[in-house]
Structure formats: C-alpha cells, structure tokens
C-alpha cells in the first residue's frame, strides 16, 4: 500500500525526514518495497526575485549583466544568457551557497570579466520541468525573497509499503501514523469531526438488511450537493497513493477511505429504484454490470445491496454503472457499514476482483470506525460540495464490538523473551500502541485490546507487540550452546557428487535450470496426458505452470541460450527432480541428463571422431554404474518419441530406473531451439530408494586360481536383430551347457559385420564365449565337447546358423 | 530474510505443547547464500546457465 509521507505527518508531529522512515517502518513490522521521491526536493537559498536593470555585457553578445533584488539587502550582480531576463520580472534567484537539485554549488564568479553573484534558472535546471527556452517567469503575485519551496510545494515521499494480511488496521495514513506515533512515543492527531445537525429529509423511505454477514449498516442522505473537481491538495493526496481523481464525491470517499481505513460507498440517490435498499444475499444467475464495465453472474452465497429491483453494488466489493455517482448527481446516499470478512474474501475470489474496498473488508475494518469515517465524508461533503444532510441517520444493527480483555503477567513477557524488561516498561508500551491497561493484582495485568486490533487475542500476541516497540535489534546477543548431529551423507548428495565429477572430467558443463516448464512445451514433446498430469493448480508464471518431465529441453535451451552469445559450449549436464505421470498419482524421481554436441562448434587444429549413439549409450552406464546397478544386465530397446531421432536412440525400462539415449531429432532441434547441429542426449531417471544400498559393506567372494579358456563363435542372423538379444540368447544356451561340468565366465561380441559374402537382410556376429573351473585348469577336448553342444542348440531353433569359416 | 519465534498454532497443529515446547525459526535461500559467499551479484546468474558463469565454479 502507497503511503505518502506529506499526507502521514498531518496525524503525528514527526521530526524525523523519510529517510529515517526507511529504518523505522521494517522494524515495527512493516516492510518498505520502494521509497519514491516527488516534486521539488528542497532546495536552500534560492528564492523569488525581481529583475531591476538590465544592460548588455560588454564583451560578449549573448549575455546580459542585471542586478536582481530579493527583498532585502543590497540587489545582486548577475550575469545571464538568457533572452528573457527583462526588466520586472519575477525570476527564480539561486543565491551564492545554494545546492542546484543535481548537485551543483552556486558561487561568487566572473564570467568574461564581470562579477556575478548568482544564477537566474530555467525549469529545467530546478527539475520543474523540460523548458530550458530561456529562465522561468514567475507569476507577479510571489513576494520577493519567497522561497522556491513554498512557491512550488507539494514536493513529497511515497513509501510502497508490504502489510501483512493480520494488520489490516494499516492500511490507511491513520493506521500508519498510528504505529509510528507509537514507536516515538508521540499523540496522534485525528482529524476533528463537525457535529453537523442534519435538516434535510432521509431519501430512502425503505432500508432493510436481510443477510447476516452484514450486522451495521448506515445510511447517510444528502441533497442539493454540487458536483465539481476535487481540489487540488485532494487531487494530489489521491495520486500519490495511486489513484485517478474522477469526481468531487468519489474523490472525497476514496481519499476518507486512504485516510481512515474505511472502505465507503455513494449512491447517486436518484438513481435507487423504489426509494430503497437491501442489503441482501444475491439471486443465482442474478448478473451485475460492475464499475469496470464487466458484466458478472453472482451467486447466491454473494452479498450485495440492492433496490426494489435490480443490485446496486456487489458488497464492499464494487459497484455497478446502475447507481454510480457521475457529474450530474446531485443527491446521494453515503453507505458506510461493517461487512464479515469472509464473506467479501470469498465473493472477491470467486469474482476475482479485488478492489481497495474488498481488499480491507476482507482484512477486517475497525468496527468502531465506520460512524467516524463517515462523518468526516459527511463534513467534507458539505464543506466541498455544498448540500443539505437529512436530519435523520438511516441504520441498521450495531457495530460488532465485544471487547477482547486478555490477562498476563510480568513474569510471563519476561520469561518468553529471555530479557530482562521492567512492569513499567511493559505498560507504556501497550498503552502507546492503545490498549487500555489495568493492574488485576500485583502481578498481573487485565489488557483490552482496541477494536482495531482483534487480532491480537493471546498473552503470546501481546508480547509480540512488547518486542516490537523494543526493538529486536536491541536485545542483546547471547550464544547458544546446541548439540551437532553427526551423519553420513544422504546417499542422492553422495551420487550426485559422483556424477558431477564424471561428467566434468568428460568436459561437460553442470547446469541448472528451474522444476517448472511451459505446458506448451509438455504438450509437443510429452503429449496430452503428460500436460495434463504435470499442470500445476495454481502457477506463478503462464511458462512455468507445469512439473517437468524431462531434463533434456532445459539443458537444450542452455545449449541455445549459450550458442546464441557466442559461448564455446559443447556439452552440458545437468542433475536434478523429475516428475512421471504414473497413473493418477505423480512420482518424483532424481534424473540426471546431457546433451553433448556430436562436434565443437569451434575450429581446432586436431579433428577428433564425433560422438556416436554408443559414445552417449556409454555415458549413460558410467553413472549409472554409481547408482550400484549392474550395467551388463540392462536390455536396450529401440525408443521412438518426438525428442528423439527414430533409428538412432535406445531406452532400458526397469520398475525402479529408466534411461534413454541416443540423437536428438533434427528437425525438433532446428524448429524449436534453431539448433542446426546434431545433438547427442541422455537422460537416466530413478528412485532414490535404490540408491540406499549403495553405502552396505561388500562381502568378498573367492574367484577361481585356473586360467580361462576361450572359443570363438560367428553367428548369422537377421540384420534387423538387436546384437544384444543373440548375445542374451548365446548366453543362456552357453550357461546351460557348460553347467554340467564347469562353468560359463563371459560371452562378448566382438565383431559385426554386414555386406559382401553375406547373404541380404543378414548380419554377422562374432562372440567370444569365455570359460572357467573352479578346481582345475580346463583340458581342450572337454571345452570343445562343450562348444559342440552349443552350437548344436543355438541353431536348433532355425533364427540362427553358425558362419562357417568363423 | 524471514526468522523469528515460532507461533504457539504452529506446535498445536503438530501435536507439540506449546506450553512446553518453543522455538525459532530461520531461513534463507540457498541462492541468497551462494550470493553472498560468491559475490554473485545478479541472482539470474543462478539460473541462466551462461557457461562464462558456470566454468567459475565447476
């Protein structure tokens, strides 16, 4: 909220300048977002003169030698260039000693031989303006040696203040002052009430309220009112605090309600259908034009005021075209009224409108306030505007108004905030802040909290107000002796760690990227399902309003961001949470990513071979090899999906890990990131559970003292085949033959080939088959018995034939 | 950055007696630290992944 800092010291005689407000306003609780200077700063010694006699310069054509008077003293010497610097005018005289706004010091000079002692100003070099035509005319009227201050006032200090949602009492120049005169220990000045006496006769013949949520209600008539603009101090209060002066009457309710705290709103009488309000719960479907021209369905847990026939105002929210008081009104209906905070939350949230009125209903009025603030409208009104008020005041119920009486002691203020504070202290600090304080007994206080603060309702809320008015800055420091918990690190930070560590020695770069992507985005690379899964309920940012699935565009965009500024960027990682649609539930896994480029974008001296799909596959099981799982048993199969290029990527679904790898498709890469190089990518998702495994004690196990013997074996298969599915197959027949008399150690492939002497749609793999015992060096006959019995099964089911001249 | 003693509400709604249990609370962002520690002095470097930014600390 906007607080203008002119308008703040008309209720409390502050001797501090803003700048001291900065400090002070934080500490008792509220934070300042900016501090805004306007107008004129002031400006010493320079003041309102009268050119006396002006001759041309001697030397020189474009300057003029005048004496100026200020009033008092001898006239002033002062050399000008302006063109305007006419006999009888009433010019601006910065003085020798006086400081321009921009930090320039006026002295006693010559300029071309002739001495002068002073500047006349243009607009421009006193921040008045852009005019720097020639120096500043002022009106006849301003008295000689005036100064500037008072000729141009209205220079002022606009805090941004942050107000937390509990204190809705401050949010007013009041509410405000309230506080501060508290912490200097000063009187706040409220603004005096007129008891006016009404004449006239009460418009509304009928004034009803049927909706519990409202349980005071005034309604106060005026007639014969002038409409007009507001003048000027009002105008200026209004936009200071952020608002568009738009009538006398509005004016006048807005700048009560920046005043006082309470939200008020005028009827044009004339305009309320059958001399009649209500103050009633909305009809379902029942619609309203509001104030911004919108039209709005209300519901019927909605409050509004209402004619004989149609709403009026949707309550404390807003109001409507129907009843608005334009330029031609002349008789009004000021409502002033206490409205249930929930009720005008909920309604500004379903409408989702939120307004200066809603936003301090639904923080809670002072509900002692509403009589008071519209009387000061009321007085206003009639100072301003003219008219007649009726005689008699139209109202509803009572002001809620149960006192709050909370019973504490010395002992306990002392004892929560660890420092000794004496019974005295305590009291003058509640009775600045308002509350009325009375001793139960020798220990104990009975404190009534003011009906502006029902907030407070515990011992504990009143200490709180103790240690704000003390200030937390002046408790003294004291240490504290606390106990160190000693624990390994959390096994997720020990592989992170380790991957980093891989990775940056590959030459990778570690990056870091925010949770939340654009759904847009999900939508093209993960589809419908997947956006719909992630969307968030409520998103801060439109391109942040989803979980990723994925850490692979993140790293793309790095990879974008840094090709775009020139950077020599050739591969990037990055660790991080993603989250995968399972179901109707979200699981949240650690990931790890990269994308490396297939060649540097720099020119070297010395070519290397580029990345291949094994180079990245490869990547992947290194740090996979961290997590504990055993790289030689994962099944690759080839993955299709829109990030990657069909053909040319790979993924292992396991229940508790998931990886893919391979070539980032082409055409994704030109199109959404305007990549046009290949672009290898891996990306490795698991539950952090297996990783608990990762800190157990190995037990070792005794290995064979025999050497190994090995055969080769070339196989012909469908080129179509995965390599990695005959090797499984070779294995298992392997395994089951050698079993019977010792055992298989290994199976690796060591050669593919397709092409000439090779019948089409066929390739060659060529695998060696490594064996071992545990009791004795393997004799040749029995190892080839073996590899007999093998070939003999891997042929049998017809998918293979073994290559003859292997 | 937020800090202070923690409401007696918020031990209720987790089952601790505020009448036998209070407490403090601090906390700051990790970014914040980082800044500090590092002399970082615009937080968006955090985020922009700029290799300049990230080969400093690797």
């Known amino acids: 909220m906007k607080i203008s800092f002119d308008w703040l010291k008309r209720y409390v005689d502050l001797s501090v300048g803003p700048e001291a407000l900065l400090e002070v306003l934080p500490k008792i609780g509220f934070e300042v977002d900016s501090m805004e200077r306007r107008g004129l700063p002031l400006l010493e010694s320079i003041v309102v003169g009268e050119v006396l006699t002006r001759e041309k310069h001697p030397d020189a054509d474009k300057l003029s030698v005048c004496t100026v008077t200020v009033g008092e003293g001898d006239p002033l010497n002062i050399v000008c260039g302006a063109h305007n610097c006419d006999v009888g005018n009433r010019v601006i005289v910065a003085q020798v000693g006086a400081r321009m706004p921009e930090g320039f010091k006026i002295k006693r000079s010559k300029l071309r031989g002739v001495p002068s002692e002073g500047m006349l100003c243009s607009a421009r070099e006193l921040g008045l303006g852009q005019d720097h035509e020639g120096i500043y005319i002022l009106d006849q009227g301003h008295p000689l040696g005036t100064p500037i201050n008072d000729v141009f006032p209205g220079g002022d200090v606009i805090f941004d203040l942050e107000i937390t949602a509990n204190r809705g009492d401050c949010l007013s120049h009041i509410g405000i002052a309230r506080e501060l005169a508290a912490y200097y220990d000063l009187p706040v000045k409220h603004p005096e009430c007129k008891s006016v006496s009404g004449k006239g006769e009460a418009l509304l013949q009928n004034l009803e309220v049927t909706a519990q949520d409202c349980p005071y209600y005034t309604a106060w008539s005026v007639q014969g009112i002038c409409q007009g603009i507001s003048p000027d101090w009002m105008q200026k209060d209004l936009e200071a605090v952020g608002l568009r002066p738009v009538n006398l009457i509005v004016d006048i309710v807005n700048w009560v309600m920046f005043e006082t705290g309470q939200p008020m709103h005028a009827f044009d009488a004339k305009k309320i259908q059958g001399a009649s309000l209500i103050v009633r719960k909305a009809k379902a479907e029942e619609t309203i034009i509001t104030l911004d021209e919108k039209k709005r369905t209300l519901d019927a847990s909605m409050l509004v005021i209402a004619d004989a026939e149609r709403p009026l105002v949707v309550a404390g929210v807003m109001g409507s075209l129907d009843a608005e008081v334009d330029d031609s009104t002349t008789d009004i209906i000021l409502e002033s009224a206490y409205f249930n905070p929930a009720s005008i939350r909920q309604t500004a949230r379903t409408l989702n409108i939120s307004t200066d009125s809603s936003y301090r209903f639904e923080r809670d009025v002072d509900p002692a306030g509403v009589y008071p603030a519209a009387q000061r409208t009321i007085d206003l009104i009639l100072e301003l505007s003219g008219g007649t008020l009726a005689k008699e005041l139209q109202a509803f119920g009572e002001p809620p108004l149960e006192p709050v009486s909370i019973g504490i002691t010395g002992g306990y203020v002392r004892e929560l905030l660890g420092f000794d504070i004496k019974d005295e202290a305590i009291e003058s600090m509640w009775k600045r802040l308002g509350f009325s304080v009375k001793r139960d007994d020798a220990q104990s206080w009975k404190v009534v909290v003011p009906s502006y603060r029902r907030e407070v309702t515990r011992p504990v809320d009143l200490v709180e107000e103790v240690v704000r008015l003390f200030g937390t800055d002046k408790i003294e420091a004291s240490s504290v002796t606390l106990p160190v918990v000693h624990r390994k690190d959390d096994p997720v930070a020990t592989f992170n760690r380790e991957v980093a560590h891989y990775f940056v020695s590959q030459g990778a770069d570690e990056c870091c990227h925010y949770t939340m992507r654009s759904g847009e985005e999900l939508k093209q690379l993960f589809g419908d399902t997947a956006e719909a899964a992630l969307r968030l309920h409520n998103p801060l940012a439109s391109d942040q309003g989803h979980l990723r699935p994925s850490l692979i565009p993140g790293l793309l965009d790095a990879l974008q961001y840094n090709i775009h500024h020139g950077n020599d960027v050739r591969r990037l990682f990055e660790q991080g949470h993603v989250f995968l649609p399972q179901g109707k539930t979200v699981e949240e896994r650690i990931a790890c990513a990269f994308v490396f480029l297939a060649e540097p974008l720099e020119r070297t001296w010395k070519s290397e071979p580029p990345l291949d799909f094994y180079a990245a596959k490869n990547f992947l099981e290194c740090i996979l090899s961290y997590a504990g799982v055993d790289v030689a048993r994962l099944t690759w199969e080839p993955l299709s999906g829109v990030l990657w290029q069909d053909g040319h990527a790979a993924q292992v679904d396991h229940p508790k890990y998931a990886l893919s790898a391979g070539l980032l498709d082409l055409a994704l890469l030109k199109d959404r990131w305007g990549l046009r190089s290949m672009v290898y990518a891996g990306e490795f998702t698991l539950s952090p559970q297996i990783l608990g495994k990762l800190g157990k004690v190995k037990t070792f196990e005794p290995f064979s003292a025999f050497p190994s013997v090995t055969r080769d074996i070339a196989l012909l298969v469908d080129a179509a085949l995965p390599a990695a599915k005959v090797e499984k197959d070779l294995f298992r027949v392997a395994e089951a033959a050698a079993k019977k008399v010792f055992s298989l150690e290994s199976v690796n492939i060591f050669d593919v080939y397709s092409g000439e002497g090779l019948p089409s749609g066929k390739k060659s793999l060529g695998f060696e088959i490594s064996f071992r015992s545990q009791d004795r060096t393997l004799k040749d006959a029995e190892v080839s018995e073996v590899f007999d019995a093998i070939q003999k099964e891997i042929t049998a089911s017809g998918a293979y034939t073994v290559r003859d001249n292997a | ?58």
């Open chain 2, 1 to 58: 950055m937020g800090c202070g003693m923690v409401d007696p509400e918020v031990f209720k709604s987790v089952d601790y007696d505020p009448e036998v249990w209070r407490g403090y609370a601090a906390g700051m962002g990790v970014e914040r630290i980082a800044m500090l520690l590092h002399g970082v002095d615009d937080i968006r470097h955090l985020y922009q992944n700029d290799v300049r930014f990230l080969r400093q600390f690797s």
